[in-house]
């Protein structure tokens, strides 16, 4: 009885000597990881084909398979092989706060990197661009962003769109009338009832919008580009260790040419969940992003 | 938690801007205050109009009347202002759905106001049939004894006191549709909590943009309080029982 005792009290301390001499090596966001022994990623609910449920309201999409990529190697690096994932659901005002609090180590969504929002939170490797376009009826015979004098177009408040139009119709004199909408299911309803003419949002995002709708061959992008977007997964600022640990191994997708098989699942294959395909082949911008790695911010 | 807390973000601009965000939050109050200020006195005035008309005799009238005001009052209000902005226009003919759609200046300010009327007015009605109904009994047999007319009996009689009443309740009231004015931004409109989640998705200082709006809100509802306090003492009879 003693002896048992004896020896269990020699097992815990010997276990918490082991865990706290391999926890000495991790910093930051690693260290909590191993310590609590489960990694927390951020989705979004609806954010096609990057970040959002399927039909059995699993977190599914193309930024939720890189972060997922990179729990597989955290596993190894922390020594865990039964680490815990889970994922916790946040919106465009919520993802910076959980993920400065500590809610979620991972925001894999689709979250532009710009230097202002770097004052903030840190950003990965660049895993996407996209440009910013006009999304528009067919039949409202639009064929380029000049044929919008005068008209209504939408913008997703807080969304690049939002001053690409107002600067836009300061530089040209176009007379737009800006309404807002709360996000891309609201801005495109919009479009849909004809309560504006253009819709304006990241190219992918509004194809894979256009794509799931009721019609998909009424409405089509204007050609001109507007800005482009390089998305990257959010982490904690000022965490190095995690830093260069995440970016290494999406470096290593990129280069070892993973990341060529896993796009075309997303962009130019049915998805889930009502199969359809969103027909984007991979643009120069990410090809450029791709064969140079980088995090610059715009 | 490593945040960087920077206060000075409300007098920076966002890129391409020339307005600074303390700019945005005075806009975004001016729109909360507008939305308010109209819903409020219209769903006074509906509120206490259909809230009096429940408390007569007139038996399809009542019935009309409650109806009204369970519609309105059961169904969430965000329910309400997205059929007023999305639904309501293609249920009208062609013409005047293209007029609400295309033509009609600040849309989504249109809508809100007449959700929130509609959602808060029918709220006052429930108010204004109690307070009305708390007046004792005697008074409207001694009204009509007196060989007043029903309208005189409401606006000489019942409804004076019936005021007095529902003037507490009518203070919070008020201060749920301030707050209530925020569902508004789901339909686009650019009101204190739209514009500080605008700005926290330009520069990510969620947390001041937030706070900013908060105190904005308390003090708006401070205010408001004050302001209700003293008209509610103004009316005070004095020597006059409850």
């Known amino acids: 009885m003693f002896d048992h005792k004896k020896k269990l009290l020699a097992l815990v301390i010997a276990a918490g000597l082991c865990a706290t001499v391999q926890a000495d090596d991790l910093t930051g966001t690693l260290k909590k990881i191993k310590e609590s022994g489960t990694v927390t990623l951020g989705y979004r609910d609806a954010s096609l084909p990057f970040s959002y449920l399927n ?47 500590g809610t979620i180590d991972l925001e894999c969504g689709v979250t532009t990197n710009t230097v202002e929002r770097q004052k903030q939170i840190g950003f990965l490797l660049t895993s996407y661009v996209a440009s910013a376009k006009y999304a528009v009826k067919k039949a409202a015979g639009i064929n380029n962003v000049d044929d919008l004098k005068g008209k209504a177009v939408v913008v997703i408040t807080g969304g690049s769109g939002e001053w690409i139009t107002k600067n836009l119709n300061r530089e040209k004199q176009l007379g737009l009338k800006i309404l807002n909408a709360k996000d891309g299911g609201e801005a495109f309803l919009m479009l849909e009832t004809g309560r504006a003419v253009a819709y ?4 992918v995002q509004l194809m894979a919008t256009i794509a799931q709708s009721r019609n998909p061959d009424a409405y089509t992008l204007l050609s001109e580009p507007m800005s482009a977007e ?31 098989t896993q796009y075309p699942k997303w962009f130019q294959q049915p998805i889930p969940p009502k199969n359809a395909v969103i027909n984007l082949p991979m643009s120069d911008a990410l090809k450029e992003a791709i064969a140079h790695p980088n995090d610059t911010g715009v | 938690m490593d945040y960087n807390w920077n206060w000075s973000v409300f007098w920076e601009s966002a890129p391409g801007e020339s307005s600074s965000y303390l700019h945005w939050l005075i806009n975004g109050t001016s729109w909360t205050l507008a939305t308010t200020v109209v819903a409020f006195v219209l769903a006074f005035l509906i509120g206490g109009l259909v809230g009096t008309l429940r408390t007569t005799t007139l038996r399809p009238v009542v019935w009309l009347c409650n109806l009204y ?19 309501l226009p293609e249920l009208v003919p062609v013409s005047v759905g293209d007029y609400l759609k295309q033509d009609l200046p600040y849309p989504s300010f249109f ?10 007015s029918a709220k006052l009605s429930e108010l204004f049939k109690a307070g009305i109904e708390s007046v004792a009994v005697g008074q409207r047999g001694a009204a009509l004894a007196l060989g007043l007319r029903p309208t005189q009996m409401y606006l000489q009689v019942l409804l004076p006191q019936a005021i007095r009443v529902v003037f507490p309740p009518l203070t919070s009231e008020a201060l749920n549709t301030l707050k209530n004015s925020s569902v508004a931004l789901t339909i686009g409109l650019m009101e ?9 998705e330009y520069s990510f200082n969620t947390f001041e943009a937030f706070t900013a709006a908060t105190v904005i809100y308390v003090v708006i509802s401070l205010l408001v309080t004050f302001v209700m306090g003293h008209i ?6 004095r020597g006059a029982t409850r």
């Open chain 1, 230 to 260: 390089p998305y990257a997964i959010g982490i904690r600022k000022n965490d190095p260790q995690f830093k260069t640990f995440a970016d290494d191994v999406l470096r290593n997708l990129y280069s070892t040419g993973v990341i060529e």
């Open chain 1, 55 to 101: 039909d059995a309201q699993q977190p599914i999409g193309y930024s939720i398979e890189l972060c997922q990529k990179i729990v597989d190697q955290i596993k190894v690096k922390v020594g865990e092989p039964n680490l815990k994932t889970e994922y916790v659901s946040v919106v465009a005002a919520t993802r910076t706060p959980l993920l400065i609090n």
């Open chain 2, 192 to 200: 204190l909590t739209a514009q500080a989640r605008n700005i926290s």
């Open chain 1, 200 to 203: 304006i949002n990241d190219d």
């Open chain 2, 232 to 237: 509610e003492r103004s009316l005070t009879i």
């Open chain 2, 69 to 87: 005001t369970e519609v309105f009052r059961n169904i969430p209000l965000l329910v309400q202002m997205f059929i007023c902005f999305f639904v």
């Open chain 2, 111 to 120: 809508s809100a106001v007449v959700a929130l009327t509609l959602f808060t």
